[in-house]
């Protein structure tokens, strides 16, 4: 039995041939059921929101680090101190353990810097020499810098300006030395050497602090015994928590900029005096100056439930500092030429701003 392709019309004639000549228009065929049903609705994409892609980044970034030893030295640091001070310190016979809580105090911040460079191949990024040299100049000029600024009042304007400019000299004078160095020809060297010597400088610089703060409490007292311990102890306190915010937000981004403007631009001379380097020095003098003179006046202080308070107009220097930093950061990442500074800074900054609006 044929199918019913094979049938002809009716009446029992022949069905006509099909003509192999393309032009040769052919009825269209009857449109089937399954083309004739309308096309489902296609599924809408799922779009993440504008928050997840940094989630997302910040939990990579947070499982990255569960294997890294630096967050640990800083946490245990931390627990460490806080009982060495409410079991030992809190009485004096345990007070000879002071000028050892002081040192500790200031190296925990700078060794926990310097284990995450090494953790990420420090090594790798600057010789071995070079950074043994930075550290033992810093911590030198550190110490001289605790003991000199012991004796300034950042209270004022003026006395903010020249603390932040005997510091900033000081951690330049660490590095100098190195300037001599002919390999030591790009901007990423000189980010890193100035921020390894800061680091150094830094762990001096509040060690000295705290123990100088301690010494002068002592001998406003003329009641020897345990009345007059515990205020010089607590005046230990608040200064090395002062000097802590600095490693954390301050010290070492300050000088990382300056180095960084200078091998930035220094080319095949030891230093080149050029316009990028005078506005960074400026840039890292007046944040600099803001810093010591807003914490001493407590611009924007939020005071915490337990004791103490947060320096919001402080806290909003280091930021600025950070923003600038990162610049500098992102810029000796690249191997192209740099644009000048006066250029480069403010395209940065209207960059910045445009991935924020557009963030928000």
């Known amino acids: 039995m044929s199918s019913g392709m094979d049938e002809g019309p009716a009446g029992g004639q022949a069905a006509p041939s099909v003509s192999p000549n393309p032009a040769v228009d ?4 009857a449109p089937s059921p399954a083309a004739a049903m309308p096309a489902p609705p296609p599924v809408p994409m799922t779009v993440p929101a504008a928050g997840m892609e940094g989630h997302d980044s910040l939990s990579a970034w947070l499982q990255a680090q569960r294997p890294r030893l630096y967050w640990r030295v800083l946490a245990g640091g ?3 101190l806080f009982l060495v001070w409410y079991l030992f310190l809190d009485t004096l016979q345990w007070g000879f353990l002071t000028p050892i809580y002081d040192l500790a105090f200031g190296l925990l911040v700078p060794a926990t810097v310097a284990l995450y460079w090494w953790e990420r191949g420090a090594p790798e990024i600057a ?13 030198v000029l550190g ?42 020809r790009r901007e990423w060297d000189g980010l890193i050497v100035g921020v390894v010597a800061a680091l150094a400088f830094s762990a001096l610089e509040t060690a000295a602090y705290g123990f100088i703060t301690f010494q002068q409490t002592l001998g406003g007292y003329s009641v020897p015994g345990f009345s ?54 400026g840039i890292v003098l007046v944040l600099h100056m803001l810093w010591n003179y807003s914490f001493f006046h407590n611009w924007l202080k939020i005071y915490l ?3 103490g308070y947060l ?23 690249q191997s192209a030429p740099p644009a000048p500074l006066e250029q480069a800074l403010p395209a940065y900054g209207r960059e910045l701003w445009r991935r924020l609006t557009r963030a928000s």
Not at 239 to 252: D, E, K, P, R, T
Not at 316 to 333: H, K, M, Q, Y
């Open 26 to 29: 052919l009825p269209a065929a």
């Open 78 to 80: 931390v627990v460490a």
């Open 127 to 139: 010789p071995l020499p070079v950074l043994r040299i930075a550290l033992a100049c810093g911590a």
């Open 143 to 184: 110490l001289i810098d605790g003991l000199v600024l012991s004796n300034m009042n950042p209270t004022t304007i003026g006395g903010s300006l020249a603390a932040a400019l005997v510091e900033e000299v000081l951690k330049l004078a660490a590095v100098a030395y190195l300037l001599l160095d002919t390999g030591l």
């Open 228 to 281: 007059m311990f515990r205020p010089a102890l607590a005046n230990m306190d608040s200064a090395l928590a002062y000097q802590l915010l600095l490693q954390l937000f301050a010290s070492w981004v300050w000088t990382g900029i300056l180095c960084a403007a200078i091998w930035r631009d220094r080319g095949p001379a030891t230093f080149a005096p050029t316009r990028s380097v005078g506005i960074a020095a």
């Open 305 to 307: 439930p337990l004791r």
């Open 311 to 333: 320096p919001i107009a402080t806290l909003l220097v280091g930021a600025a500092s950070l923003v600038v930093f990162w610049f500098f950061l992102d810029e000796a990442r």
